[in-house]
C-alpha cells in the first residue's frame, strides 16, 4: 500500500549516459513534485505538476525532463548525465484542497554519476 | 542569501532532553510553515504544519511560528533515540505553491 513509489532506488551509470526514474503515487492526488537533494541534505524543488500540466520549472538544465503521463505519474529523464547529477532524487504528492500544505515524499531515487 | 536558513548542526542530546530547532526566513510572505522528519535513507515525512503565526502542539512535538521576528522553532519533549533524525523546516506563499526547504538540522538522541 505504499503510497508514493520510485524505481529505481539505487542508480549507478557513467556519463554521458541517458536515464529515466519513475515516480507513482496511489493517494489521488493531483500535484506532484520532483525534488533534488544534494550531498548536504539541502532539497531544492526541480519540476511541480498538476494535473498533467507543468506549473513550477525552476532554473534546471534542460537534461532534465519531466514527464507525466497522467495525474499518477510523473517521470524524470536525464540527458547525458554529469558528475554533478549525483544526488538523491525525492518525487512528492499533494491535493492541497484535501491534504492543504502535506506532501507526501517517496523514498528517493539515489544517483551516482562515474 | 538563502530564502530559508537552518543550522545543520549536527545537534547531540541525551536522551529525555528538550531539543529546540530553528529556522529563520527572509521573505514575509511565506504563510505555511512545515516541519519534516528524515530519517537515514528515508524520505521525508511531515511532523507539523502550521498556518500564520502561532503555537501548535502534537504529543511530544510543538511548532512556533513568529512572523514578526521571521522565526519557526520546533521543540521536541523528553527526546527518544528514535527522534535521532534529520529535521528540515519547510515554507511556502499559498497553498498549492512550492516548498522551500532549510538545509536540516541533523539530530541524535543518546541514549
Known amino acids: 500500500d505504499t503510497a508514493v513509489s520510485q524505481t529505481p532506488k539505487y542508480l549507478v551509470t557513467q556519463m554521458g549516459n541517458d536515464k529515466s526514474i519513475k515516480c507513482e503515487q496511489n493517494?489521488?492526488?493531483?500535484?506532484m513534485y520532483w525534488y533534488k537533494q544534494d550531498s548536504k541534505k539541502f532539497l531544492k524543488i526541480m519540476f511541480s505538476?498538476?494535473?498533467?500540466?507543468?506549473?513550477i520549472n525552476e532554473t534546471v538544465p534542460n537534461r532534465f525532463s519531466p514527464k507525466s503521463p497522467d495525474k499518477a505519474h510523473l517521470n524524470l529523464h536525464i540527458n547525458s548525465l554529469e558528475l554533478g547529477d549525483s544526488a538523491v532524487y525525492f518525487c512528492?504528492?499533494?491535493?492541497?484542497?484535501?491534504?492543504?500544505?502535506?506532501?507526501?515524499f517517496g523514498p528517493g531515487t539515489r544517483l551516482l554519476v562515474l | 542569501q538563502k530564502e530559508v536558513e537552518q543550522d545543520p548542526g549536527p545537534l547531540s542530546v541525551p536522551e529525555g532532553a528538550i531539543v529546540s530547532l530553528n529556522c529563520t526566513y527572509s521573505n514575509s510572505a511565506f504563510q505555511y510553515f512545515m516541519w519534516y522528519r528524515q530519517y537515514s535513507r528515508k524520505g521525508p515525512e511531515l511532523l507539523m504544519y502550521t498556518y500564520s503565526s502561532g503555537n501548535k502542539e502534537d504529543g511530544r512535538f510543538t511548532a512556533q511560528v513568529d512572523k514578526s521576528s521571521k522565526y519557526i522553532s520546533l521543540f521536541i519533549r523528553d527526546s527518544q533515540p528514535s527522534d535521532s533524525a534529520t529535521y528540515l523546516c519547510a515554507m511556502s506563499y499559498y497553498t498549492g505553491n512550492q516548498f522551500y526547504f532549510g538545509t536540516g538540522t541533523s539530530l541524535t538522541v543518546i541514549p
Open positions: 505538476y498538476n494535473n498533467k500540466e507543468l506549473i
Open positions: 512528492a504528492s499533494s491535493h492541497p484542497r484535501t491534504t492543504g500544505e502535506t506532501q507526501y
Open positions: 493517494l489521488g492526488h493531483d500535484t
